[in-house]
Nanobody
Framework: QVHLQESGPGLVKPSQTLSLTCTISGASFLSNFYFWSWIRQSPGKGLEWMGVLAYDGSTYYNPSLQSRPSISRDKSKNQFSLQLTSVTPEATAVYFC?????????WGQGTQVTVSS
């Protein structure tokens, strides 16, 4: 059974960098043709796709985001991470990591991040 678990600080100050990690169990990056994504949901809003790490290591990001995220992976730890620089309070959201081949098939439980001074 694939399990994804997000972790990171629950509170980040404006202008700082937000860093989140997704730890994967029951699967690995060696499983080909999967896409590993970060998705967030801000208060009162729908789901927003932020970016994806493809099975070949390439990354793609949502061009509509005000602040471009960065997604990376650590194969040795079976983790992938999200960084968002110079955050504003608008980045306050529940952040999810997912795995899928088209639409996300597996989701983490989500982690709440609040951007506030």
């Amino acid at each position: 059974q694939v399990h994804l678990q997000e972790s990171g600080p629950g509170l980040v100050k404006p202008s700082q960098t937000l860093s989140l990690t997704c730890t994967i169990s029951g699967a690995s990056f060696l499983s080909n043709f999967y896409f590993w994504s970060w998705i967030r949901q801000s208060p009162g809003k729908g789901l927003e796709w932020m970016g994806v790490l493809a099975y070949d290591g390439s990354t793609y990001y949502n061009p509509s985001l005000q602040s471009r995220p960065s997604i990376s992976r650590d194969k040795s730890k079976n983790q992938f991470s999200l960084q968002l620089t110079s955050v504003t309070p608008e980045a306050t959201a529940v952040y999810f990591c997912t795995r899928g081949k088209g639409t996300p098939e597996y989701w983490g439980q989500g982690t709440q991040v609040t951007v506030s001074s």
